[in-house]
T-cell receptor, first 113, second 114 residues
C-alpha cells in the first residue's frame, strides 16, 4: 500500500491561495490520490481526487506531478472556514481488489485573518 | 436524502459492557466502513464491507465485530468494552468498492469507556 507524507501544519492568509503538498513516492500506476478535510471534530469531507491528470472542482484544484510521486492541493482563495485538517490519501487495495481509504495524520491548515 | 446516519452521537460505557454502534446509509452504496479517531491522530480503519454479506478487517480490528446483512446497515459491535476503545467512531460509505469516487462520512459517535 502506498504511503503519504504531509507537513504537520501550515498557515495561510485569508484570501490567498493555500498550497498543500503531499508526497506519495510508492504510488502504483492505478492508484488514485484523494483529498479529504476534517473541520473541528466533524466527519471528514471529500474534496477532490485524481489519477494522472490535474483536476479542478468548485472547492479546489489538484495538481499531480508527471511521475505521480507527489501532488498539491490548491485552495485558490482560502477563507477562515477552510481552517481544517487536510488528508492526502492514496488508495489501498483490500479484499478482491477493492479499495479502502487509509488516513494519515494530515496537515493542519490554519487560515489567518 | 439523509446520507450516512450514526447513532448514538454520545455514549458512556463501563468496562466490560457491550454495545452496538449503528450506521445506516440511504444512498444504496455498496461499500461501508468504520474508523476510529483518537486525539491528535488521523482516522484508523477498523472494518469495512464491499457489499451485503462481505466484510474484512482494517488496521485495528481487535475488539470489534461487524456484519452486513443489508446494503443499508453496517453495525459495529464492541463485545467487551475497554478504556482503550474510548474514541470517536466514524462510519463512511461510497457507491462501490472499486471506483475512484468520494466517500460520505457520518457525524461520528463519541464513546467513553470508564
Amino acid at each position: 500500500d502506498a504511503k503519504t507524507t504531509q507537513p504537520p501544519s501550515m498557515d495561510c492568509a485569508e484570501g490567498r491561495a493555500a498550497n498543500l503538498p503531499c508526497n506519495h513516492s510508492t504510488i502504483s500506476g492505478n492508484e488514485y490520490v484523494y483529498w479529504y478535510r476534517q473541520i473541528h471534530s466533524q466527519g471528514p469531507q471529500y474534496i477532490i481526487h485524481g489519477l494522472k491528470n490535474n483536476e479542478t472542482n468548485e472547492m479546489a484544484s489538484l495538481i499531480i506531478t508527471e511521475d505521480r510521486k507527489s501532488s498539491t492541493l490548491i485552495l485558490p482563495h482560502a477563507t477562515l472556514r477552510d481552517t481544517a485538517v487536510y488528508y492526502c490519501i492514496v488508495r489501498a487495495t483490500g479484499q478482491g481488489g477493492s479499495e479502502k481509504l487509509v488516513f494519515g495524520k494530515g496537515t493542519k491548515l490554519t487560515v489567518n485573518p | 436524502n439523509a446520507g450516512v446516519t450514526q447513532t448514538p452521537k454520545f455514549q458512556v460505557l463501563k468496562t466490560g459492557q457491550s454495545m452496538t454502534l449503528q450506521c445506516a446509509q440511504d444512498m444504496n452504496h455498496e461499500y461501508m466502513s468504520w474508523y476510529r479517531q483518537d486525539p491528535g491522530m488521523g482516522l484508523r480503519l477498523i472494518h469495512y464491507s464491499v457489499g451485503a454479506g462481505i466484510t474484512d478487517q482494517g488496521e485495528v480490528p481487535n475488539g470489534y465485530n461487524v456484519s452486513r446483512s443489508t446494503t443499508e446497515d453496517f453495525p459495529l459491535r464492541l463485545l467487551s468494552a475497554a478504556p482503550s476503545q474510548t474514541s470517536v467512531y466514524f462510519c463512511a460509505s461510497k457507491i462501490n468498492p472499486f471506483s475512484g469516487a468520494e466517500a460520505f462520512f457520518g457525524q461520528g459517535t463519541r464513546l467513553t469507556v470508564v
